[in-house]
C-alpha cells in the first residue's frame, strides 16, 4: 500500500495565483481529512468527508478555500486567490471504519509558500 | 475549538534513558486520545491509541497514561533511541469522533 499520496510536495505561487493540492486517499478508506500545519496555529482540520460527502468544513478560514472529493480515490483543497499567510504545510489524512483512527493515516504534507 | 495543550516544548534526554511526554486535553467528553510523531519533513504518524475507559496502554517500547481526573496524557518511550527524535503530538477528539485536535506538539532531542 502506498498510503496517502499528496501532491505537489512543495509549492511556490505569487499571491493572487490560484493554487490546488491534491490528494490520493488510501483505498478503502471512507474518510479524508484535509488539515493545514502552520508554527503559530499548529495542525488544524480544515474539511472532512465521508464517502465523498463534505461532513464538517467549519474549519476552512474563509470562502478562498474550498474542497471537493468528486470520487473515493481523489480530492483537491484549492485556494484562490492566495496570499502569503496560506504559506503552511497541507496535509491530507485518511481513516478507515466511522471513527476508527487506528487507520488514520496522514499523507506525507504539500510545502505552500505564497510570495 | 478545543483546548489541547503541552507542558514541555522541547525535551532532550540521554540515549538510552526513558522520555517522558506530557500533554494536558480540556474536554471532559472526549473519549478517544492518540500520540502522533512527526519527523522532519513529514506527516504525522499515529504511535499508540487509547479509549477513556482505560488508564494505561503499552505498545512496542511505549506506553500511554490517561488520567481522566485531571485530563493529562503522557507518553512514555522506553530506552530512548535517536530514531526517537522527532515531533510528538497528542489529540483528542472532543465531542466529535472524526473531528480531532492536536496539541502545539513537544519536540524530543535524542542525545547520543
Known amino acids: 500500500d502506498a498510503g496517502v499520496i499528496q501532491s505537489p510536495r512543495h509549492e511556490v505561487t505569487e499571491m493572487g495565483q490560484e493554487v490546488t493540492l491534491r490528494c490520493k486517499p488510501i483505498s478503502g478508506h471512507d474518510y479524508l481529512f484535509w488539515y493545514r500545519q502552520t508554527m503559530m496555529r499548529g495542525l488544524e482540520l480544515l474539511i472532512y468527508f465521508n464517502n465523498n460527502v463534505p461532513i464538517d468544513d467549519s474549519g ?5 478555500f474550498s474542497a471537493k472529493m468528486p470520487n473515493a480515490s481523489f480530492s483537491t483543497l484549492k485556494i484562490q486567490p492566495s496570499e502569503p499567510r496560506d504559506s503552511a504545510v497541507y496535509f491530507c489524512a485518511s481513516s478507515w471504519i466511522s471513527g476508527s483512527l487506528l487507520g488514520y493515516t496522514f499523507g506525507s504534507g504539500t510545502r505552500l509558500t505564497v510570495v | 475549538g478545543e ?3 503541552l507542558h514541555l516544548p522541547t525535551l532532550s534526554v540521554q540515549e538510552g534513558d526513558n522520555s517522558i ?3 494536558a486535553y480540556s474536554n471532559s467528553a472526549s ?6 510523531k512527526q519527523e522532519s519533513g513529514k506527516g504525522p504518524q499515529f504511535i ?6 482505560m488508564d494505561k496502554r503499552q505498545g ?3 506506553t500511554v497514561l490517561l488520567n481522566k481526573t485531571v485530563k493529562h496524557l503522557s507518553l512514555q518511550i522506553a530506552a530512548t533511541q535517536p530514531g526517537d527524535s522527532a515531533v510528538y503530538f497528542c489529540a483528542e477528539n472532543g465531542n466529535n469522533f472524526n473531528k480531532f485536535y492536536f496539541g502545539s506538539g513537544t519536540k524530543l532531542n535524542v542525545k547520543p
Open chain 2, 21 to 23: 511526554i506530557n500533554c
Open chain 2, 60 to 62: 512496542q517500547r511505549v
Open chain 2, 3 to 5: 483546548s489541547v495543550g
Open chain 2, 48 to 53: 499508540i491509541d487509547i479509549r477513556s475507559n
Open chain 2, 31 to 36: 473519549d478517544y486520545f492518540i500520540w502522533y
Open chain 1, 60 to 64: 476552512m478560514p474563509e470562502d478562498r
